[in-house]
């Protein structure tokens, strides 16, 4: 069979001496949107820098359309995949037009400034997120929620085929992570954009998710779409939590509801 655009071949990554993930091979499913779960410190984050050619493996190869993605020059990676880190720093005094503006840096060449189809990629990136009335602004000196969307609207201002994202509802009350996971979802189902997030809410990971990842301690536990991986004995074994799952009644996907812990049941909540 094919291989997806986007894999890894028995890779081994970590930071310093320190090996996080050890002969790794995940297939990231074209077209879909992925989402990677686990709990704090499994190699989540690690696995996202290593696909996006952030942090290089000590043994195996990521693999981006057929080739070695370190095979690849940096403005070509970023015509094909896109990327919105767990943190980001604007330059001082930015404006958000200018910042998002940034996301079309690949694009540019020297024969070819800037043109009619950058603006208007900038511009609809600023719309879908919600930050075109803040476009004069100063990026500093926004809230943490704001500032978020406008890195969102850099990202999908890039217009790459491949999509990933760190902890993309970081900083967002919860009306605007299902906001900015409707935008994503749309994302995929209309332009068929191959997405991968990694997600702390599982939650929100079985309701927008084709394709979840499970890790634990660097390595991929399961994986599949969420009616058939997310179940109570997954969730205690990868995130030692107790719980039930019922069906969502608004999405009809796995909602994982915790059982109630001992000082509850002692305040008589049971």
Request: glycine share 8%.
């Amino acid at each position: 069979m094919t291989k997806p655009r986007l894999h890894t071949d028995d890779i081994t990554v970590g930071y310093d001496k320190s090996v996080i993930s050890e002969n790794l091979t995940v297939e990231i499913p074209d077209g879909k949107f992925t989402v990677i779960v686990g709990p704090n410190a499994c190699g989540k984050s690690t696995l996202l820098r290593a696909l996006s050619r952030l942090l290089k493996p000590s043994h195996g190869t990521v693999l981006l359309d057929g080739k070695a993605i370190s095979s690849y020059p940096a403005k070509e990676v970023a015509r094909r995949l896109g990327l919105l880190p767990q943190t980001s720093i604007a330059p001082d005094g930015i404006s958000v037009a200018d910042l998002v503006a940034r996301g079309r840096y690949p694009h540019q060449k020297l024969i070819r400034q800037w043109s009619a189809v950058d603006e208007a990629a900038v511009i609809e990136a600023m719309d879908a997120t919600g930050v075109t009335a803040l476009s004069a602004r100063p990026v500093d000196e926004l809230s943490g929620g704001q500032q978020q969307r406008v890195w969102v609207a850099m990202v999908l201002a890039q217009q790459t085929p491949l999509l990933l994202l760190d902890e993309p509802t970081t900083f967002l009350d919860i009306a605007h992570q299902v906001e900015l996971l409707d935008l994503l979802a749309g994302l995929n189902q209309e332009n068929g954009r191959t997405l991968v997030a990694v997600l702390h809410d599982l939650n929100h990971a079985c309701r927008y998710a084709d394709h979840i990842i499970a890790m634990k301690d660097g390595a991929v536990v399961t994986e599949g779409a969420p009616t058939d991986v997310v179940t109570a004995e997954l969730v205690e074994a990868v995130f030692g939590l107790p719980c039930r799952i019922i069906d969502d009644p608004e999405s009809h996907t796995p909602l994982v509801i915790p059982k109630v812990g001992r000082s509850q049941a002692r305040q008589g909540l049971v």
